[in-house]
């Protein structure tokens, strides 16, 4: 259980979000040491030769940990792997699989989504770059007015009975932590109901507002109703929270960049290719009488 809000997720289109999960990879990929002039011929498989840019290749598609191994390390283990995957599609086109209907189709299936990847990631490659995602931080982040946080414990209890009887307590004298320690059920019980800094918006609006009506100090008068129960909120400290630093926002900040690009791009290709809707028989809709948007 948690008082703090989930985080917004911008841009949540279905299809954006599915091929934009692939594009980091593909567009901030680091490129493999480049394969010597001439570009040999590295092993055959019947007669099908792998070249040693097939290699690297293969390469770009590892983890980015293992990528930066030597390639005279990661190269032999590589070609192993490619000859056993070639000799398997061999012998695969020897069985005549690639002639059944359900295989073709998957293929089909397969190399469209190449080609989106593809004609995605050449569409956004010049759109986020280090100088658009610094740009960003600059304009919404960096320029954001410094915003007030607050430090406070609480105690959480499931009944306004409980929560008047732990308030008590407090203005008898008692130890607001030790009394949290001993009464809450909420985040934080174990460290006096500590809570930590937080801004308003992270906090559901109930408990935000009497937090953030206190000053460094001071114990809410009467208990706070929210969705998670009875409160009794302490606060320890106020103060301004200057802007993240970019190196610690600059991921999140590409992330965003790159799901808004690609929702953008597919617009655009939707809007240039010519779409007819049909019902799920085949047969055409029936006209509405209303104008098609």
């Keep these: 259980m948690t008082l703090r809000r989930p985080p917004a997720f911008l841009l949540r289109a279905g299809l954006?979000?599915?091929?934009?999960?692939?594009?980091?990879?593909?567009?901030?990929a680091q490129p493999t040491p480049a394969t010597p002039p001439g570009d040999p011929v590295v092993a055959r498989v019947d007669g099908e030769p792998i070249l040693l840019s097939d290699l690297a290749a293969a390469a770009r598609d590892l983890p980015e940990e293992v990528r930066g191994a030597p390639p005279q390390m990661l190269y032999p283990l590589l070609?192993?792997?490619?000859?056993?995957?070639?000799?398997?599609?061999?012998?695969?086109?020897r069985a005549g699989l690639d002639r059944e209907e359900e295989v073709r189709a998957r293929i089909r299936r397969a190399e469209e989504q190449e080609l989106q990847q593809a004609?995605?990631?050449?569409?956004?490659?010049?759109?986020?770059?280090?100088?658009?995602?610094?740009?960003?931080?600059?304009?919404?982040v960096a320029s954001r007015p410094a915003e007030e946080e607050v430090r406070a414990r609480h105690i959480?209890?499931?009944?306004?009975?409980?929560?008047?009887?732990?308030?008590?307590?407090i203005r008898g004298g008692a130890d607001f932590m030790a009394v949290a320690q001993r009464r809450s059920t909420g985040p934080g019980s174990r460290e006096g109901g500590d809570l930590g800094f937080f801004r308003r918006g992270d906090m559901v609006p109930e408990f935000a507002e009497a937090a953030f009506a206190l000053?460094?100090?001071?114990?809410?008068?009467?208990?706070?109703?929210?969705?998670?129960?009875?409160?009794?909120?302490?606060?320890?400290?106020?103060?301004?929270?200057?802007?993240?630093?970019?190196?610690?926002?600059?991921?999140?900040?590409?992330?965003?960049?790159?799901?808004?690009?690609?929702?953008?791009?597919?617009?655009?290709?939707?809007?240039?290719?010519?779409?007819?809707?049909?019902?799920?028989?085949?047969?055409?809709?029936?006209?509405?009488?209303?104008?098609?948007?």
Excluded: C
């Design 119 to 140: 004609w995605l990631s050449r569409e956004i490659a010049t759109r986020v770059t280090d100088e658009t995602v610094r740009a960003r931080y600059d304009r919404e």
């Design 215 to 293: 000053q460094a100090g001071q114990v809410s008068e009467n208990p706070v109703r929210s969705p998670f129960g009875w409160h009794v909120i302490k606060v320890e400290e106020r103060r301004r929270a200057a802007a993240p630093p970019f190196e610690e926002v600059s991921q999140a900040i590409r992330q965003q960049l790159l799901e808004a690009e690609v929702q953008a791009a597919v617009e655009r290709a939707r809007t240039a290719a010519r779409v007819e809707r049909f019902n799920l028989d085949g047969s055409a809709p029936r006209p509405t009488g209303r104008a098609q948007p």
């Design 16 to 28: 954006a979000l599915a091929l934009a999960a692939g594009l980091p990879g593909l567009v901030l």
């Design 156 to 169: 959480l209890v499931p009944t306004e009975t409980e929560a008047r009887a732990a308030l008590a307590e």
């Design 79 to 93: 070609l192993d792997q490619m000859i056993a995957g070639r000799a398997v599609t061999a012998a695969a086109r």
